[in-house]
């Protein structure tokens, strides 16, 4: 660009027939030519400016960007590890739970065996016929029947028969509210067909033979049991 300024001034210069001292032109070209290095310095000067911004931009951007994905990252880890607490924690309380019931079941099995294991007794002891009238009495009163067939467990046929005889007579004297025909068809028949296993007790059955009702020592102490449940657990742990 400095060089075709100086040519065009030359030219001028020779067309004109006016040649002006080399020093004056020189000057005026180097006005010139610093004008556009000047100039040219000041768009360079204004371009690498315009560079630098952007790149500041861009790397403040990009480390923006950067942040904000390494911050999401960390919100994902961390609701995860709250997620994966809270589901630890429920574990463990609901294992503490069912390690809580499962030692509570263990002492209700306890004291239900305990209890169990004291049935022998009231077979050895001296009410223990007091006891079986009770037993067909109840069994009597839940039947609703005149006549009714009466099983022993092995071994207490005879306590079972002397029973018997005081059963139907206390209930003869209870039914006399339904009637005289009612007591007087009162009928209780010993079944010589024992049953094997029992503790204690009988089982009754109507006189058709279609309902039958176990009212041994065990199936009592059953009863109670899940009857008294909640008066138990209450006993139990306080």
């Not at 077979?123 to 009495?137: K, T």
């Amino acid at each position: 660009k400095v060089e075709a300024v100086e040519a065009v001034v030359e030219a001028i210069a020779a067309e004109g027939g006016v040649m002006e001292g080399r020093t004056s032109i020189s000057e005026h070209i180097s006005r010139m030519v610093n004008h556009i290095h000047q100039e040219a310095e000041e768009k360079a000067a204004s371009i690498r400016q315009r560079a630098e911004e952007e790149a500041r931009i861009l790397r403040t951007t990009a480390v923006q960007e950067g942040m904000l994905r390494i911050d999401h990252e960390y919100a994902r880890k961390k609701r995860q590890l709250l997620v994966a607490a809270r589901i630890e924690r429920s574990n463990l309380t609901r294992l503490g739970r069912l390690e809580a019931l499962r030692k509570r079941d263990d002492e209700m099995r306890k004291a239900l065996a305990a209890a169990e294991a004291g049935l022998p007794q009231l077979v050895e002891g001296a009410a223990y016929g007091a006891l079986l009238r009770d037993l067909v009495l109840e069994g009597l009163e839940r039947l609703q029947v005149c006549k009714a067939y009466v099983r022993s467990i092995r071994g207490q046929e005879t306590a079972v028969q002397a029973a018997l005889v005081e059963a139907a007579d206390e209930y003869r004297k209870s039914s006399s509210s339904r009637g005289a025909l009612f007591a007087a068809q009162v009928e209780l028949v010993f079944d010589p067909n024992p049953l094997e296993e029992g503790i204690g007790g009988v089982e009754l059955r109507d006189g058709l033979g279609t309902i039958r009702l176990v009212n041994t020592l065990k199936a009592r102490l059953d009863v109670a049991f899940r009857t008294n449940l909640p008066q138990l657990r209450a006993a139990l742990f306080r």
